[in-house]
């Protein structure tokens, strides 16, 4: 080993005091607003009654000499709620799906990690247009954003550009099949590395954040039960060049906050409004604040006590993720068929 206590010491000191900085920063953010809205704002926890839905997946790639191998598993999961009791489970397409495999030749890098992402996006959003239109969930959550990332955007004339034409007609029928169904939806990150909500509360509130990054940020600002205002996910006027992002037509509809249910870090809500014509601008700031205190609020009563996360997401991660097993006789048999493609870094002698 090359590290020691006094290496990890000096590790701890430097966090502790990058908080202690934030604090001061964060409580002060606490008693202030940002355009008449408070930053922050208590969440008034409910009893769930009503079907929930969530979707997710899991996957494992690997490199062969020529082309890349993705195995992937996409499902959904279903609660019903009555009197804020658990009532019954259900799981789309079933409780234990299938492994599907999928394949591509790529020179570039950038390409094979585009394949991989469009793959997965593809199979959840598929997944989840079907399970609002079977089960008629009152709302859906999806494991992650509910928007592609610029990277997701493959260049033009390429191999990947017919999928990626799928998977942002697959979003855009996502949004309409909710709205048609009077479905929320919900897109939940637990890791953000966004620095939005800190840019704009820099830019609004002369703040300067020793770390720039949000879930830091929110860990400190926010108490148990409590959430952030609302803010745009995207920079309106940069839409035009955020790649995939802007080709999703709804984009400019969708709003984040984050909030915290217990004691654990804040996670990121990401949900679409409905456009509202000829709303006045301060009524949009009211209803949008209203709908996320409702979703907030929801979201509470679903969440687990011991994780301060919805228990959905949990099960539904449960349920997507490959086993070790299935993985290691997946590939194994690829390999042993065919041998020629075997990457030699990854031959017995070399590792």
């Known amino acids: 080993m090359h590290w020691s206590s006094n290496s990890i010491a000096r590790i701890l000191t430097s966090i502790g005091e990058l908080k202690k900085r934030c604090s001061v920063q964060c409580d002060n953010l606490k008693k202030d607003s940002l355009n008449d809205v408070p930053i922050v704002t208590n969440i008034e926890k409910t009893q769930a009654n009503s079907t929930l839905a969530a979707v997710d997946s899991g996957f494992s790639t690997k490199q062969f000499l020529s082309m890349d191998v993705m ?19 259900d799981y789309f397409p079933n409780r234990v799906p299938g492994i599907s495999i999928h394949y591509g030749v790529f020179s570039d890098q950038s390409e094979s990690t585009c394949f991989k992402s469009l793959t997965r996006l593809n199979a959840e959003m598929s997944c989840a247009v079907q399970t609002v239109n079977v089960f008629k969930p009152s709302m859906i959550l999806i494991d992650g954003s509910l928007l592609p990332l610029p990277s997701d955007k493959p260049p033009e004339n390429t191999s990947l550009s017919l999928l990626y034409s799928e998977t942002i007609a697959l979003y855009s029928n996502l949004f309409k099949v909710c709205a048609e169904n009077n479905c929320e939806l919900v897109g939940v990150c637990k890791d953000s590395r966004s620095q939005r909500l800190c840019n704009l509360l820099s830019e609004n509130n002369k703040v300067d954040f020793p770390i720039p990054n949000d879930e830091f940020v929110t860990d400190l600002l926010l108490d148990s039960f409590q959430r952030t205002l609302c803010f745009p996910h995207s920079n309106v006027n940069s839409l035009d060049n955020s790649g995939a992002v802007a080709d999703v037509h709804w984009s400019k509809l969708v709003n984040c906050f984050y909030m915290k249910a217990g004691d654990s870090l804040p996670f990121r809500v990401e949900f679409l409004l409905p456009n509202t014509n000829n709303e006045k601008e301060n009524d949009g700031k009211e209803n949008l604040e209203k709908a996320a205190s409702l979703i907030a609020s929801s979201l509470a009563s679903f969440c687990s006590p ?22 290691s006789t997946l590939f194994a048999s690829l390999e042993h068929q065919a041998n020629a493609l075997i990457l030699r870094s990854n031959s017995r002698p070399f590792r």
């Open 71 to 89: 195995l992937l598993r996409s499902v959904s999961t279903i609660f019903a709620y009555e009197n804020g009791k658990l009532t019954s489970t």
């Open 306 to 327: 011991q994780f301060g996360y919805p228990s959905i997401l949990i099960e539904v991660d449960m349920r997507a993720s490959l086993k070790p097993g299935e993985i």
